[in-house]
């Protein structure tokens, strides 16, 4: 594998000069129109046919020199978040309100990198891989549902997926890949509540309906009753009033609304939390003399990583000169990559690569994130030794 890491050292600078254009310029899901104009025009240098699915998405189709019809597939995010940089990196975004604050720039450099590697390496695999820029991940419904819908995984059927997602790292290691089998994400649902009340006079308590009163209790016992009710092997967590990028509770006279987020990491425990979630708001409205509105919001499925794509990817990884380890959790996070397998059957594999900590060490979707460059490398090794492994064995 010395010739794959000698053709990612001869891109660094090229691809990093490329994020930093990615990162200066982000825009929010579905409207990703320049970032995906821009894909397209490296895919075209590089001779890659694609094509647009939607109005942001785009899919490229690279096909090896060899006899073999293997199809595999690397995925990568591209829409940013509506966040307010506070990095004061020397090429921070130029686009007030909008920061690649979770990695995606990162995410698409690294794809277009092993698209321009396996272009150098066509003559050392057969069969082909597609390469899906997903847009909107991080806008609920996501874009990987309205892919799958638009055929993405079909003509022909797909054999496995691959994504990985940057994160920071506590002790500022950078390129380790991090391998899960099993159920890697959690799921991802909203509960958009509210609560009908009836506004009085501070002088005729009797006559109202305290909806300010009802929404607090409520709140209180979502957070601790919810949990308690569901197998320790089913774990599902609810979290009311603390979403960032919005207002979470909103209260006016006579009226509470408020959003909650159940990840749960089964789905025995989603399943059980749902319908926890909605006897208790039935039970408080009542005692309460309130009426409680609730409606859900699906999110993302569970990632399910199936256990010989992780050993695939373990093998490539290491293969190649790259830090692949076994972690003993799942990600607490969501992904909307889950729903390439979960809805197609296809054998899927997601990880997390650690890029670093900046001068401190703060949570994906924070303003002050900084990710250290050097994770595109390994990042486009690990992609390219993952896609050469899959299609050669």
């Known amino acids: 594998m010395n010739a794959l890491r000698e053709e990612c050292q001869q891109l660094r600078d090229e691809l990093i000069a490329l994020r930093r254009e990615f990162h200066r310029a982000p825009e929010l899901g579905l ?131 691959f994504g990985q997602h940057v994160c920071p790292s506590e002790n500022d290691s950078v390129g380790r890949m991090q391998l899960y089998k099993g159920y890697f994400t959690s799921a991802v649902d909203l509960f958009h509540i509210t609560v009908h009340g009836k506004s009085g006079h501070g002088a005729a308590p009797h006559t109202a309906r305290d909806a300010i009163a009802c929404a607090g209790y409520l709140i209180t016992v979502l957070q601790t009753v919810v949990s308690r009710r569901i197998d320790p092997m089913d774990t599902a967590v609810l979290t009311v009033g603390t979403m960032s990028g919005g207002d979470a509770v909103n209260i006016t006279a006579g009226e509470a609304r408020m959003v909650a987020v159940l990840r749960s990491f089964s789905d025995a425990g989603r399943d059980t939390a749902i319908q926890e979630v909605r006897r208790i708001c039935k039970g408080i409205g009542i005692a309460f003399d309130c009426d409680i509105e609730v409606n859900l919001e699906e999110g993302y499925a569970l990632q399910y990583n199936d256990p010989a794509m992780i050993d695939l990817v373990n093998k490539a990884v290491t293969a190649a000169g790259g830090k692949a380890e076994f972690i003993d959790k799942p990600f607490s996070g969501s992904e909307d990559f889950s729903f390439f397998g979960k809805l197609t059957g296809t054998p899927s594999a997601f990880m997390m690569i650690d890029a670093g900590r900046g001068d401190e060490l703060v949570s994906l979707h924070n303003g002050k994130i900084v990710f250290n460059e050097e994770v595109i490398k390994p990042g486009v090794t690990g992609l390219t030794a993952i896609a050469l492994e899959y299609l050669n064995q």
Request: proline share 5%; hydrophobic share 40%.
């Open 31 to 161: 409207h990703e129109y320049h970032t995906a104009a821009r894909i397209e025009r490296e895919l075209d240098r590089c001779g890659i046919p694609h094509e647009r699915v939607g109005e942001t998405a785009v899919v490229g189709h690279l096909t090896g020199n060899g006899n073999g019809s293997g199809l595999v597939v690397l995925r990568a995010d591209i829409d940013a978040l509506p966040v307010h940089e506070e990095t004061g990196l020397p090429f921070a975004s130029e686009t007030e309100g909008v920061m690649h604050a979770c990695g995606h720039d990162l995410h698409t450099t690294m794809l277009l990198g092993a698209a321009k590697t396996l272009c150098h390496m066509r003559d050392q695999f057969a069969g082909t891989v597609k390469l899906i820029f997903e847009p909107s991940e991080d806008l609920m419904p996501g874009g990987a549902r309205a892919l799958v819908a638009a055929g993405v995984m079909e003509n022909p059927h797909v054999d496995a997926i």
